[in-house]
T-cell receptor, first 112, second 117 residues
Framework: SQELEQSPQSLIVQEGKNLTINCTSS?????LYWYKQKYGEGLIFLMM?????EEKSHEKITAKLDEKKQQSSLHITASQPSHAGIYLC????????????FGGGTRLMVKP | DTGVSQDPRHKITKRGQNVTFRCDPI?????LYWYRQTLGQGPEFLTY????????KSRLLSDRFSAERPKGSFSTLEIQRTEQGDSAMYLC???????????????FGPGTRLLVL
């Protein structure tokens, strides 16, 4: 079965600092999804990457999928308290895109 | 578009009782998914529907779990004879998928948090 490993598991940064979260897969990724979750709430979709080398940005968040499609990174520039939460990477386990397997999440805290 | 909704948001029950959760997907989404998330972990896939057909079920979905999507719109997830190990957040997601081989974004609801005493 496919496994996703996220690092770091938790992160505390000072407001205004940049940070990177990594997601590594044991198998080739058909699709890689980044979600954000506030404690006790549902998942908010951030970005989806499919092609090797693909990079997408939304506001101050940039996600990349490496050429071999086995690793993705999420980079936040000039972090703000509103960025705090749990970041989850999810991967389609086959090309049908009907089941996602998730990493354990990265808990981000931004200190004002 | 009001997003995916789930009801109830919280449920406390005693061991051995049956519980049922409801999920209303985004209007016109043809796929609906159920996931379970325990504290400190990522969500785990349980099952999914394409319209009213249940196409995949995880090994996590024991015989005590049953899901339906009778008219291809809302879905229910029932857990019979609940156990303390069933305590978790149950998340529903939906997507619009044109063909089998396309990757489409799954949009999640707020979840139902179940506590079994």
């Amino acid at each position: 079965s496919q496994e996703l490993e996220q690092s770091p598991q938790s992160l505390i940064v000072q407001e205004g600092k940049n940070l990177t979260i990594n997601c590594t897969s044991s198998k080739t990724l058909y699709g890689l999804y980044w979600y954000k979750q506030k404690y006790g709430e549902g998942l908010i979709f951030l970005m989806m990457l499919q092609k090797g080398g693909e990079e997408k940005s939304h506001e101050k968040i940039t996600a990349k999928l490496d050429e071999k499609k086995q690793q993705s990174s999420l980079h936040i520039t000039a972090s703000q308290p509103s960025h705090a939460g749990i970041y989850l990477c999810g991967a389609a386990i086959n090309n049908a895109g009907n089941m996602l397997t998730f990493g354990g999440g990265t808990r981000l805290m931004v200190k004002p | 578009d009001t997003g995916v909704s789930q009801d109830p948001r919280h449920k406390i029950t005693k061991r051995g009782q049956n519980v049922t959760f409801r999920c209303d997907p985004i209007s016109e989404h043809n796929r609906l998914y159920w996931y379970r998330q325990t504290l400190g972990q990522g969500p785990e896939f349980l099952t999914y529907f394409q319209n009213e057909a249940q196409l995949e079920k995880s090994r996590l979905l024991s015989d005590r779990f049953s899901a339906e999507r009778p008219k291809g719109s809302f879905s229910t997830l029932e857990i019979q004879r609940t156990e303390q190990g069933d305590s978790a957040m149950y998340l529903c997601a939906s997507s619009w998928t044109l063909t089998r081989d396309t990757q489409e974004t799954q949009y999640f609801g707020p979840g139902t948090r179940l506590l079994v005493l």
